[in-house]
């Protein structure tokens, strides 16, 4: 079993910068995927950023110039850096990881970023 916790700041006023953490435990696999999803009011759960064991790095289009994912393989943790934050990027974080076809989510981490 794999647990996340995420932590970080949840209310930021627009253009500001937020730092999401995540830390993973448990059975985990060397090889793995870890990124962050977001869910806002209404809306279905969209991938946000993620990053691989070996690198691999893919960002939604909506957020390529505002979010930089990084990780510690060695921790099991992921980290997400958004800048120039948006009233529409408020929504609900969730840390996700992906390993040997299973997924973990994390509890979610509300995320307002008021105008």
């Known amino acids: 079993q794999v647990q996340l916790v995420e932590s970080g700041l949840c209310l930021v006023q627009a253009g500001g910068s937020l730092r999401l953490s995540c830390a993973a435990s448990?059975?985990?696999?060397?090889?793995?995927?870890m990124g962050w999803y977001r869910q806002a009011p209404g809306k279905q759960r969209e991938l946000v950023a993620f990053k691989a064991t070996d690198g691999g790095t893919d960002y939604a289009d909506s957020v390529r110039d505002r979010v930089t994912i990084s990780r510690d393989n060695a921790k099991n943790t992921v980290e997400l850096q958004m800048n120039s934050l948006k009233p529409e990027d408020t929504a609900v974080y969730y840390c996700?990881?992906?390993?040997?076809?299973?997924?973990?989510w994390g509890q979610g981490t509300q995320v307002t970023v008021s105008s």
């Open positions: 996700n990881l992906q390993s040997l076809g299973m997924i973990y």
């Open positions: 448990g059975s985990i696999f060397r090889s793995n995927v």
